[in-house]
């Protein structure tokens, strides 16, 4: 993988409501009317206003994404997007892919710069993560290979042990 793309990424594991980037990603469900895990604490930390805009929405399918304010967040935008469940067919993997290259379509579609990413759907929807972190990072280098607008992605994991398997995974394609 090219140096030059792979110094726009960056893997952290902490809070990403707390996060000072132009766009968060929420994990959401296909209401995105909140719910457990990132999209709880992404809701709870937006404020009401966040939930009485989504509602709004009409919903997300899976795979799409769909782009807010960020409300009291100090994110800008939100990013909804919703993740496959697990289910071990070849789709999954296409929809996870679609999460990732639709969030950043919408962020280069709105000056966004910074991006912050959770573990899409490695939570209550099963992925395993080992899987999930390389689809989330090679759809990412692939898209910023031919987008440069956007100069920073971060990955932002929960747990040490999630952000090992990424940080792990990063090294091993940094040193190809």
Known sequence: MEKEILERIQIMQGDITTLEVDAIVNAANKSLLGGGGVDGAIHRAA????????????????????????????????????????SGRPEDKDLLARCYQNSLQLAVDHDVVTIAFPAISCGVYGYPIDEASKIAIDTTCEFLKSNKSIEGVIFVLFSAGDFRIYKDYLEKISSR
Do not use: F, Q, S, W
């Open 47 to 86: 404020g009401p206003e966040l939930l009485a805009y989504c509602r709004a929405l009409g919903g997300c399918e899976t795979g799409e994404a769909k782009i807010t304010m960020g409300y009291n967040l100090p994110a800008r935008y939100v990013i909804h997007t919703v993740g496959p469940v697990y």
